[in-house]
Nanobody
């Protein structure tokens, strides 16, 4: 099974940028569709972005569309480029993986679709 480790979180001023990375190990990364989710204090975990196994298809939450970009960078990393950050983007960000047989082009926006999760990385945006 795959292990996922996020990095790249931190403190940034509103309007700034951060790039989160999720490194996968333990299995063939190309077998997994990937997603990013976030959870703010006292709120439910919410979908942020998803990408298909081949990386050709992506999907975003309306709240981040046009500001965030998900990508598969190499053999074992998926990234989330976050621009024009807002205080409401403050949360713990998690990457998640869904192992698939075939199905190279689907993405998944529901947390229950994912079995494998990282430990999360904190993003704090100050106003």
């Amino acid at each position: 099974q795959v292990q996922l480790v996020e990095s790249g979180g931190g403190l940034v001023q509103a309007g700034g940028s951060l790039r989160l990375s999720c490194a996968a190990s333990g299995d063939t990364f190309s077998r997994y569709a990937m997603g990013w989710f976030r959870q703010a204090p006292e709120k439910e975990r919410e979908f942020v972005a998803a990408i298909s196994k081949r990386g050709s298809n992506t999907h975003y939450a309306d709240s981040v569309k046009g500001r965030f970009t998900i990508s598969r960078d190499n053999m074992n990393t998926v990234s989330l480029q976050m621009n024009s950050l807002k205080p409401e983007d403050t949360a713990v960000y998690y990457c998640a993986g869904k192992k698939l047989i075939g199905n190279y082009y689907s993405y998944y926006a529901a947390a229950y679709e994912y079995v494998y999760w990282g430990q999360g990385t904190q993003v704090t945006v100050s106003s």
